[in-house]
């Protein structure tokens, strides 16, 4: 192994022999990215900044943000509010162990989240990412059924592509094909999967899209612990918008059933679909909830499962009494004191004038590449834009055209979409709009 030394990019003519490389070149030798090879990555773009809803690159270059870091950083970057939150909290203390100890950033924050949620969740599990946090809602609805004396009741409905996270009980509910479930045969637990609901958010609800769900549940509600579902937008998994009705039918299902209805709102949470949780637009409330994403306003990583009183009641009843989940970094108090900077911005409601203004700008002007012929789909809501191609995009190539053009948007697969920062001006917007409409023209 040789002994690098790391130099920035502007020093990149000075140092070119093996041993002197600059930071995208060791990237590219030694960083794993997300979903990509470690041997032939994606080329990297290194950022320097980030300041509002723009990111600055090492090439001074700079680009308006269309994807909120994955739809986390909803109030801009560099946010002096959040700024200010994580400053003090690390004055007071940045971490202790939860495990016997709690603090004011927490309860300050499992408060406002209990506020903030839909009505009948009582009880906050703090976790450290998404993923982790969908891992204990499964296992709290698991945990619920064994102690109820029914360890048959163990398996998870989940609709065709949803995404729900990375690690292994997340990944076993994630679309089998996008999920790559073939790869972890035999690893993955088998789950159940009812087809995609299809009718879309506007239209006239079809029943044909609850049947093959009604009948599963009918089927094998004797060994279904839960239903895990995104709420009306599907993310990751295909960015599909669907029908509310759909998700209220669900409920009922879950009701009929006695199964556990899991919503995972981590990317559909705190105002992006124009209602605070995408639960709302079917007006329905969960067992279990979880939340991550934005709730630090991209700072940090945290996340949340909520669940009512009847499931934590449920778990903790009997043997063994307890919920054996407790992540290292649980209710790390610098986490939640920006959660609760981060909660108190969007308890200023800007949020609801910014998504109507934004959905009503993504409508009228990604409308027009619905016309273009390597464009199949294109569908808004609330601050989520997407247009899907006919044939999955060259992303290398794309993305360098959106960087030239001033704007950061990474597609994956068919899927070109945006979901900007709550604080994005029309024109800022208007950038991101164009660039999607340049690039598939
Ligand atoms: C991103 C995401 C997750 C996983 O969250 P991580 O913090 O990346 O682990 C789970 N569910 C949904 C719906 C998501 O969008």
């Not at 990111?55 to 270059?61: H, K, Q, V």
């Not at 969740?121 to 109820?148: H, N, P, T």
Request: glycine content about 8%.
């Amino acid at each position: 192994m040789p002994q690098y030394r790391v130099v920035n990019s502007d020093q990149l003519q000075t140092f070119t022999n093996g041993y002197f490389v600059n930071n995208i070149e060791f990237d590219k030798q030694h960083i794993w990215h997300p979903y990509t090879s470690a041997v032939n990555p994606l080329p990297c773009y290194e950022v320097v900044g980030a300041e509002g809803v723009e990111l600055t690159l090492a090439s001074s270059e700079v680009l308006i943000d269309g994807m909120s870091s994955w739809w986390a950083a909803i109030h801009g970057y560099n946010h002096p509010v959040l700024n200010d939150a994580a400053h003090k909290q690390i004055e007071a203390f940045s971490h202790v162990m939860f495990g016997g100890i709690t603090h004011q950033p927490a309860v300050d924050l499992c408060k406002t989240l209990l506020n903030m949620v839909p009505a009948g969740l009582e009880r906050v599990f703090l976790a450290d990412s998404g993923s982790v946090s969908v891992e204990v809602a499964i296992k709290m609805a698991i945990q619920y059924w064994a102690c109820q004396g029914r360890p048959e009741k163990s398996r998870i409905v989940s609709p065709r592509n949803g995404y729900h996270g990375d690690t292994f009980a997340a990944m076993s509910v994630c679309d089998p094909v996008n999920g790559m479930h073939s790869l972890f045969e035999g690893v993955l637990n088998k789950q159940i999967f009812a087809p995609a609901p299809q009718t879309r958010f506007e239209q006239t609800f079809s029943e044909d899209d609850i049947l093959p769900l009604e009948d599963i549940f009918e089927k094998h509600h004797h060994t279904m612990a839960a239903l895990i579902l995104e709420p009306v937008v599907q993310g990751a998994g295909g960015m599909r918008i669907y029908h509310p009705e759909y998700l209220k039918r669900c409920r009922q299902l879950c009701d009929t059933y006695d199964v556990l209805l899991i919503c995972d709102e981590i990317a559909t949470g705190f105002g992006r679909t124009g209602k605070l949780f995408a639960c709302e637009h079917a007006g329905i409330s969960p067992d279990i909830l979880c939340l991550g994403k934005a709730i630090t306003g991209g700072y940090m990583t945290l996340a949340a499962t909520l669940c009512t009183e009847d499931v934590a009641l449920g778990v903790c009843q009997g043997e063994p009494g307890v919920f054996m989940h407790g992540p290292t970094y649980m209710g790390n108090p610098l986490a939640c004191a920006v959660a609760n900077a981060s909660l108190s911005l969007i308890n200023e409601n800007h949020w609801q004038q910014q998504i109507p203004a934004i959905e009503k700008q993504l409508q009228s002007e990604l409308e027009k590449c619905a016309d273009l012929p390597r464009v199949a789909d294109v569908r808004v809501l609330g601050a989520i834009g997407v247009v899907e191609t006919v044939n999955p995009v060259n992303v290398a190539e794309i993305q360098r055209h959106f960087v030239k053009q001033g704007v950061w948007i990474r597609p994956f697969g068919k899927l070109v979409y945006i979901m900007p920062p709550y604080v994005i001006s029309a024109e800022q917007l208007s950038k991101l709009t164009h660039a999607i409409y340049t690039a598939l023209k």
